[in-house]
T-cell receptor, first 109, second 114 residues
Framework: SQQGEEDPQALSIQEGENATMNCSYK?????LQWYRQNSGRGLVHLIL?????REKHSGRLRVTLDTSKKSSSLLITASRAADTASYFC?????????FGKGTMLLVSP | DTEVTQTPKHLVMGMTNKKSLKCEQH?????MYWYKQKAKKPPELMFV???????INESVPSRFSPECPNSSLLNLHLHALQPEDSALYLC?????????????FGSGTQLSVL
């Protein structure tokens, strides 16, 4: 299965702290994407990192990819209450994206 | 317009009912997707349409019937569903079909089957 495994399953932090989520996978990939989902809503694309990239930034987001370890991490810096959501990594295989199980992030004011 | 619009937002149906979920995008995307998501689980791919033709069917039961009338619309026809089909049904689109594409999701239809 190409499904990613996120770690931790749940994360609770205070506003202003950084949040780090990890994603591990088993097969070779073309790219890896991260999505956010607010409760009961659709997913929003955050960032895509290609297999030949090691790090990518977008605003307060920093994504790393280590293809030798088959893992990726998403760092959210200076978190806000509005960052409370579930975060999914999505592994790109031959023809489809497969979503990992997700990390539920709770940011308390 | 960067929106994917899904209707209805909520749907309650009996096991003998026939209903349809609708999805619309006006971004000129040529790939459209149906995903099913159970509570606290990741989205699972059901169908992919590319250039209005069914490209991928992830062994979905025939009580789910997709339809792509044109490049902007995607329907999911439901018939004789089971209570275990209760879930959030998400539509998504992308410029083309391919795993280097980012997906744009609608807000979903929360379906309850009684």
């Amino acid at each position: 299965s190409q499904q990613g495994e996120e770690d931790p399953q749940a994360l609770s932090i205070q506003e202003g702290e950084n949040a780090t989520m990890n994603c591990s996978y088993k097969t070779s990939i073309n790219n890896l994407q991260w999505y956010r989902q607010n409760s009961g809503r659709g997913l929003v694309h955050l960032i895509l990192i290609r297999s030949n990239e090691r790090e990518k930034h977008s605003g307060r987001l920093r994504v790393t990819l280590d293809t030798s370890k088959k893992s990726s991490s998403l760092l959210i810096t200076a978190s806000r209450a509005a960052d409370t959501a579930s975060y999914f990594c999505a592994i790109s295989g031959y023809s489809t994206l497969t979503f990992g199980k997700g990390t539920m992030l709770l940011v308390s004011p | 317009d960067t929106e994917v619009t899904q209707t209805p937002k909520h749907l309650v149906m009996g096991m003998t009912n026939k209903k349809s979920l609708k999805c619309e995008q006006h971004m000129g995307h040529r790939a459209m997707y149906w995903y099913k998501q159970k509570a606290k689980k990741p989205p699972e791919l059901m169908f992919v349409y590319s250039y209005e033709k069914l490209s991928i069917n992830e062994s979905v039961p025939s009580r789910f019937s997709p339809e792509c009338p044109n490049s902007s619309l995607l329907n999911l026809h439901l018939h004789a569903l089971q209570p275990e089909d209760s879930a959030l049904y998400l539509c998504a689109s992308s410029q083309e079909q391919g795993t280097n594409e980012k997906l744009f999701f609608g807000s979903g239809t929360q379906l309850s089957v009684l």
